[in-house]
């Protein structure tokens, strides 16, 4: 999260520093309009390549590979891991979403914290952790 921040702890951005890893080949990252005709919007966020957001917002987070955010939603400070699908009107807040977990349409995760400790790990500051291929 720190490489949101406006002066970033490492600049990925160096011409002189290069980043040896492996990077699946999936179609570029886009926003869309959703069923609503909403527009979907990301600010101050990264986005991997083959993420969709379709009529949802998102902002100050990171998005794996294949993520899909729906229409309407809502995802803020958060960190969603590959293949994460959000179903629409859902809301994020303050959360790290493991692989291949479907959040519901309507679903609110990081705004009720009794609720959250009772299905997720909470992490001491608030941060709501859900488990790799978790099923609601």
């Given at each position: 999260?720190?490489?949101?921040?406006?002066?970033?702890?490492?600049?990925?951005?160096q011409?002189?520093w290069?980043?040896?890893t492996?990077?699946?080949?999936?179609?570029?990252?886009?926003?869309?309009?959703?069923?609503?005709?909403?527009?979907?919007?990301?600010?101050?966020s990264?986005?991997?390549?083959?993420?969709?957001?379709?009529?949802?917002?998102?902002?100050?987070?990171?998005?794996?590979?294949?993520?899909?955010?729906?229409?309407?939603?809502?995802v803020?400070?958060?960190?969603l891991?590959?293949?994460?699908?959000?179903?629409a009107?859902?809301?994020l807040?303050r959360?790290?979403?493991?692989k291949?977990v479907?959040?519901?349409?309507?679903?609110?995760?990081?705004f009720?914290?009794?609720?959250?400790?009772?299905?997720?790990?909470?992490?001491?500051?608030?941060?709501?952790v859900?488990?790799?291929?978790y099923?609601?």
């Open positions: 999260m720190a490489l949101l921040e406006p002066v970033a702890p490492i600049d990925l951005y011409e002189d290069f980043i040896h492996y990077q699946g080949q999936y179609p570029p990252a886009r926003t869309v309009p959703g069923r609503t005709g909403a527009e979907g919007v990301f600010i101050n990264m986005l991997a390549a083959g993420t969709v957001i379709a009529g949802g917002g998102v902002n100050h987070s990171i998005l794996f590979p294949q993520v899909q955010v729906g229409d309407g939603v809502i803020e400070h958060s960190i891991f590959n293949g994460v699908k959000v179903g009107g859902a809301q807040r959360c790290i979403i493991d291949d479907t959040v519901p349409a309507g679903e609110q995760i990081g009720d914290k009794k609720r959250d400790v009772d299905r997720f790990t909470v992490s001491p500051g608030g941060v709501v859900i488990p790799k291929g099923r609601f």
